[in-house]
């Protein structure tokens, strides 16, 4: 017969422990089973640092205090490596989130006497719990240890909250990144994604100056779904990359065509990933692009977030020189939205700074009028911009009183829906033919 037992922390094998946990969930009375998944984290640096000795022993000391202090374990093992599953009773006295409290405070406990006994630094544990009540007698052992290390790895990815119970919304969150990212690369074959361009209207001429490029992603049903929808689960995977490509040849196409035409052009922003920090092929592929359509550059400019700078100050500034070296403009977006660093703008040569619109957001609710001190620090951004010679772009504009208030302090360029939503190419075509007088009155209508 198979060993039953884990030789190093002395608990069960996996196996032997989902025949146990399936007996328990069946007879299951008037309590709860708590399920604990846990692991430390760096376990893999510390057997490399501190030796495989070391990192047994730590294990073991691990599930001593694992044991001492869950006085209600039904069944435990050691699923690999470093991760020990607990199944134990909960009293129904006890609230899922007092539990989840509980274990947490073990886990400080636990991290304490770890780092006391076996290493000079901090540790941490990471844990994952899904709970499972009379109600839910049909699930079986290896379903519920799943969700319980689902909770887990999100556990892992948040600063803070190293103790995660399971939710069953956390299942359809990971449904719904493997079917965007599975679909990613047909999508992009079959042209489901479409580029709209959003007017950027210099208000004192009264006059567009430029556009934004937005991508949409228009499923073979027909349906929209907006980029805040799926581009964070691309950027995890990576795709966005060959996404952002993509609309970077749709916009020099579209600029190409329009001059090949004999027709008036406007400067064109894209958006840049985050992503391409880490990978830097962006420059060769827009310098190939130059090549290919052979357009002026400063038809395209590049938008990075304000959050781009702050993660890898010194990434970005070569991304920018790079930018720059082409002859490209890049402009800092989502200003102020963050943990704003005034003092990058001393450090980055940034042409433009577009002020986000979490600045507007409040005046949109209280019916367009803004608030005092949003005012202030718009009106104070501005400056300061001016003063260092950067132009500012106030994004998010709605109505007509944002509108002369920003022109009023100095923020000339502005870009929202008072002038137009995103559109697609040949609204955007229209618009710029129409240019630009009556733009008012008329883009109000052209809704999406
Ligand atoms: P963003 O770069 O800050 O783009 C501005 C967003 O504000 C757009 O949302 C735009 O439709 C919306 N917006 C414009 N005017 C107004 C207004 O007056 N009021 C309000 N409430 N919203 C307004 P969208 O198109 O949904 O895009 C969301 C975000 O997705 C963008 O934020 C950008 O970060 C990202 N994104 C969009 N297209 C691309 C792309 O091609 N590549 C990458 N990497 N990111 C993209
Ligand atoms: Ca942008
Ligand atoms: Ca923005």
């Known amino acids: 017969m198979a060993e039953m037992k884990d030789i190093l922390t002395g608990l069960d094998r996996y196996e032997a422990f989902l025949v146990k946990l399936d ?57 690999y490596s470093d991760n020990i599953v607990v199944a134990t009773r909960i009293e129904n006295d006890l609230s899922n989130s007092e539990f989840r409290d509980i274990i947490y ?31 839910d007698r049909r699930l079986d052992a290896a379903t519920a240890v799943s969700n319980a290390n689902l909770a887990r790895k999100l556990a892992k990815e948040m600063k803070d909250d190293c103790c995660v119970l399971f939710d069953a919304k956390m299942v359809e969150g990971i449904k719904k990144e493997v079917e965007i990212t599975s679909s990613l690369p047909i999508a992009l074959e079959n042209s489901e994604f479409k580029v709209y361009y959003q007017p950027k209207i210099e208000t004192k001429a009264r006059k567009l100056i430029g556009a934004e490029a937005l991508v949409r992603w228009q499923k073979p ?5 907006m980029p805040n929808d799926f581009i ?21 196409k579209f ?35 130059f090549e290919e359509y052979k357009i ?24 920018v020189e790079g930018l720059h070296a082409m002859g490209v403009k ?15 703008l001393s450090d980055l040569p940034i042409d433009t700074i577009k002020l986000d619109k979490v600045f507007l957001k409040e005046a949109s609710a209280s019916e367009g009028r803004m608030k005092e001190n949003d ?49 697609t190419q040949s609204e955007f075509e229209d618009f710029i033919d129409n240019n630009i007088n009556s733009y008012q009155e008329e883009q109000k209508l052209m809704v999406m």
């Open 23 to 79: 007996k328990e969930i069946s007879r299951m009375d008037d309590y709860r089973i708590g399920i604990i998944y846990t692991d430390i984290k760096h376990f893999k640096y510390i057997n490399d640092t501190y030796g495989y000795q070391r990192g047994d022993m730590l294990l073991r000391e691990f599930v001593n205090q694992v044991n001492d202090i869950d006085n209600k374990i039904l069944c435990a093992a050691r699923v």
């Open 105 to 135: 405070e073990r886990n400080m406990i636990i991290e304490n006497v770890l780092r006391e006994s076996y290493l000079d630094r901090k540790l941490t544990l990471n844990t994952g719990i899904s709970i499972i009540s009379k109600d």
């Open 221 to 225: 049903d027909g349906r929209f779904v």
């Open 232 to 252: 964070p689960f691309i950027e995890q995977s990576g795709q966005v990359v060959d996404l952002d490509y993509f609309v970077y040849r749709e916009v020099f």
């Open 255 to 289: 600029i190409a065509k329009r001059i090949e035409n004999g027709e008036p052009v406007v400067p064109v922003s894209v958006n840049v990933s985050r992503v391409h920090l880490n990978r830097m092929g962006i420059l060769d592929y827009v310098t190939a692009l």
């Open 296 to 319: 002026p550059p400063q038809y395209v400019e590049f938008e990075l977030t304000e959050s781009i700078y702050i993660d890898d100050t010194e990434k970005a500034l070569k991304l």
């Open 330 to 344: 890049v402009s800092m977006d989502d200003f102020g939205s963050g943990y704003s660093s005034l003092n990058l």
């Open 375 to 423: 005012k202030i620090i718009i009106s104070c951004m501005v400056d300061m911009a001016k003063r260092l010679q950067i132009t500012s772009l106030c994004e998010g504009v709605e109505t007509p009183e944002q509108s002369s208030y920003l022109s009023e302090i100095g923020c000339e360029i502005q870009q929202g829906y008072y002038f137009s939503r995103p559109i």
